[in-house]
């Protein structure tokens, strides 16, 4: 089975700072992917971004950009320039993935960070 | 932009009762799912389903009944609501454009039983 440890339950950081949240994971299998998703305290789960195990280059997308390390099994999300509305949950998640036949379950989530940007 | 629409974002239910929970997504996708999420223990895979008409249990199904009985609609069902059963459900489809696999989320329902 699939795990995901996310180690800091909160922080607190400074407005335009750089964020880094941790996630690490443990799986057996070679082909998954990884994902980071925001909750703010309206509810709704709002991907970030996403990072295939086969991907060689870190992904990117705006502001956020994922630290992959695949010998460490981490996946830390890192936030550039902190405005006060990334304050909000961060989920860490990943998925196993079998491209020759769909998916094999639904994503398996790690408890979250909350992340609050102090102005 | 992909939409999952949830036909409540909150819910009011006397135990027993039956519950229907809806799902809606438009991108055409085959792979839809049911979560809950509770304070401590994060999201939990309760059903999903690969195409129409077919569904597997996830991590909780106990207490849940899921249909599918259209490609864009995946329901949910309480067969008889317990106050255990109190949390936020939230639906997801997933899409894939090249390598890169990306999981939709409706907004979420908030279920009280009492």
């Known amino acids: 089975a699939q795990k995901i440890t996310q180690t800091q339950p909160g922080m607190f950081v400074q407005e335009k700072e750089a964020v880094t949240l941790d996630c690490t994971y443990d799986?057996?299998?070679?082909?998954?992917?990884l994902f980071w998703y925001k909750q703010p305290s309206s509810g709704e789960m709002i991907f970030l971004i996403y990072?295939?195990?086969?991907?060689?280059q870190n992904a990117t997308e705006g502001r956020y950009s994922l630290n992959f390390q695949k010998a460490r099994k981490s996946a830390n999300l890192v936030i550039s320039a902190s405005q006060l509305g990334d304050s909000a949950m961060y989920f860490c998640a990943m998925r196993l993935l079998m491209y020759s036949g769909g998916g094999a379950d639904g994503l398996t989530f790690g408890k979250g960070t909350h992340l609050i940007i102090q102005p | 932009d992909v939409k999952v629409t949830q036909s409540s974002r909150y819910l009011v239910k006397r135990t027993g009762e039956k519950v229907f929970l809806e799902c809606v997504q438009d991108?055409?996708?085959?792979?839809m799912f049911w979560y809950r999420q509770d304070p401590g223990l994060g999201l939990r895979l309760i059903y999903f389903s690969y195409d129409v008409k077919m569904k597997e249990k996830g991590d909780i199904p106990e207490g849940y009944s899921v249909s599918r009985e259209k490609k864009e609609r995946f329901s949910l069902i309480l067969e008889s609501a317990s106050t255990n059963q109190t949390s936020m459900y939230l639906c997801a489809s997933i899409g894939t454009s090249g390598i890169q696999e990306t999981q939709y989320f409706g907004p979420g329902t908030r279920l009280l039983v009492l």
């Open positions: 990072q295939g195990s086969y991907d060689e």
């Open positions: 991108m055409d996708h085959e792979n």
């Open positions: 799986t057996s299998d070679q082909s998954y992917g």
